[in-house]
Structures are given as C-alpha cells and as structure tokens.
Nanobody
C-alpha cells in the first residue's frame, strides 16, 4: 500500500501563487509516476500534471506555462507550484501515485486539498 498526504491548498486571489505538496509513504519502492489531478464541482477529475521516476513531465494544456511539477525522490515528495492562478483553477486537487505491481499499474490517491481562486 501507498499512503499519500497532501498539503498546501487554500484561498488565493487571481494572479497569485500556491504550492501543493504530497508526501508518499508505505510501499514506495515501485512507484513509477506521481502527479496531480483536480476535480471541480460538476466536472470530471482531470490530469493537471505528472512526473515519472525518471523525471519526465506531462501537463494539461490549460496549465502549461503556469504550473510546475517537481519530485524529490529522497523525500518521496511531489510538489505542484501554481502561479498566475485563475478562478477556473478552483477545484479539489488530488495527489496520485502509480505503482507497478506484477505488470499492472495500480493507482493510489490522496484525500484531496481544496484550492479556491477568487476573482
């Protein structure tokens, strides 16, 4: 099992910045990728950004140039630096970890942290 604990959400004005953190514990030795998803009210959960164990990153088009994902393998922690925030970034942000178990990718999720951007 993998446990994910998020922190760093909150209320910020449009144009502001926030940094989310997600610390992983447990069976972390076979985690392939970590990332952040978000879900706004009435909408499906969507990928925001992800980073592989090798450092490759992937971003949603809506956040490219504004958000940066990074990973500290020594601390088993992934970060999401969010800048130039917009009201449409308001959502619950979930940390995700993908662990490879006998050839199958297994997803783990954090409890979610609320990000609210006021106009």
């Amino acid at each position: 099992q993998v446990q994910l604990v998020e922190s760093g959400g909150g209320l910020v004005q449009a144009g502001g910045s926030l940094r989310l953190s997600c610390a992983a514990s447990g069976s972390i030795f076979s985690i392939n990728a970590m990332g952040w998803y978000r879900q706004a009210p009435g909408k499906q959960r969507e990928l925001v950004a992800a980073v592989t164990s090798g450092g490759r990153t992937n971003y949603a088009d809506s956040v490219k140039g504004r958000f940066t994902i990074s990973r500290d393998n020594a601390k088993n922690t992934v970060y999401l630096q969010m800048s130039s925030l917009k009201p449409e970034d308001t959502a619950v942000y979930y940390c995700n970890a993908v662990r490879l178990i006998i050839g199958v990718n297994v997803n783990y999720w954090g409890q979610g942290t609320q990000v609210t951007v006021s106009s």
